[in-house]
């Protein structure tokens, strides 16, 4: 179907896309045009990532009167995915666990604290600093589902506009002199791992869950698509320069008009007629997971290369890309041979 090829090659987009926030690829040419690129163009990766996954997840479910029905079908559906991204995370903190036990050691990081530090942040925060994305992931889907069950889809979409308008104001706004605004931001870092699942990760799933039971398309021609997704677009550049030029924030990551943006581009996505074997772009999405995980340990890997800081940064950006590529695409090629099935863990 267009909008699963589509959406699969676009994820793959979004993957490199995400390399780029870590590894700027402008930073050695202009201040300004690196902000623009890792700020604002990249910055949306993350959130189609999330609405994908609310895509792929509740595409198909049995809803009647609005909500998800309580179908032995269903719950199975979001407990499969639910039990797999658990595993993901796993196998992959286990990963980049091997790599950073000798870094704390050289700093002294050891014994029953660091411990309790590290199993507070795998839970919490993420084991590295990318894993935010799982730990939202894990929190955010049962309560998405428990809305979708209850109050039902026209509800639960207004909950999560309010939840990342929490959002906006703790991230990008919390210079407002707004009463309480400091101590709600205060403590919504402290646990962000579960703030961010219902305030960022839950209302880009709702993104995905609209789009796949065909809102977007009972309501929307293909013109006022195309409208919506350039207005949201130039609105997301305009609130992000004033953010920045102004320097009433540093972070741009999350502002108010990247919301809609998720929700027209990704309607948009869905209705590009894409031609191809479908095991191309069923194999993109698989590529892109494995790029998003794999990218900051080939980062550190690189960064070990004494020639590696003095390449200019498009260089560098083309590196890590490129290598996270490779390496995705042989691990998904050993994972077809016999007796190496269970590399499958790690895609």
């Given at each position: 179907m267009k909008n699963i090829k589509s959406v699969d090659f676009s994820k793959l987009i979004c993957a490199a896309l995400v390399v780029s926030i870590h590894v700027p690829p402008f930073l050695s040419c202009s201040a300004v045009l690196d902000f623009y690129w890792t700020q604002v163009i990249a910055r949306i990766a993350v959130p189609f990532f999330y609405a994908a996954s609310g895509y792929f997840l509740f595409r198909g479910m049995r809803v009647a009167g609005g909500k998800i029905q309580r179908t032995v079908e269903n719950r199975r559906r979001v407990l499969h995915t639910w039990k797999r991204v658990v595993i993901l995370y796993l196998v992959w903190s286990g990963v980049y666990l091997f790599w950073q036990i000798p870094y704390w050691q050289s700093i002294g990081w050891v014994g029953i604290q660091a411990g309790k530090d590290y199993i507070l942040s795998l839970v919490l925060h993420g084991s590295y600093y990318h894993f935010w994305y799982f730990v939202c992931f894990i929190y955010a889907v049962p309560v998405l589902y428990f809305l979708l069950r209850h109050v039902g889809m026209r509800v639960t979409a207004v909950i999560a506009v309010a939840l990342y308008g929490i959002k906006c104001l703790v991230y990008s706004y919390a210079w407002l002199p707004v009463p309480g605004l400091q101590t709600v931001a205060a403590f919504y870092t402290q646990v962000d791992g579960l703030t961010d699942a219902v305030c960022l990760a839950l209302p880009f799933l709702m993104v995905g869950v609209v789009c796949a039971h065909g809102w977007d398309e009972r309501r929307l021609t293909a013109r006022k698509r195309n409208v919506g997704l350039c207005i949201s677009a130039a609105l997301l550049v305009a609130e992000a320069s004033t953010l920045y030029f102004a320097g009433l924030a540093e972070q741009y990551s999350y502002i108010f008009?990247?919301?809609?943006?998720?929700?027209f581009l990704f309607s948009a996505v869905r209705h590009w007629n894409l031609s191809g074997h479908e095991a191309l772009f069923y194999y993109s999405r698989k590529i892109s997971t494995v790029v998003y995980c794999v990218h900051p340990l080939l980062l550190n890997v690189w960064s070990c290369a004494p020639c590696f800081a003095g390449w200019n940064s498009f260089a560098q950006y083309g590196t890590i890309l490129a290598s996270s590529l490779?390496?995705?695409?042989?691990?998904?090629?050993?994972?077809?041979?016999?007796?190496?099935?269970?590399?499958?863990?790690f895609r």
């Open positions: 008009f990247t919301l809609p943006l998720c929700f490779l390496f995705s695409i042989l691990l998904l090629c050993l994972q077809r041979l016999r007796g190496f099935g269970w590399l499958r863990v």
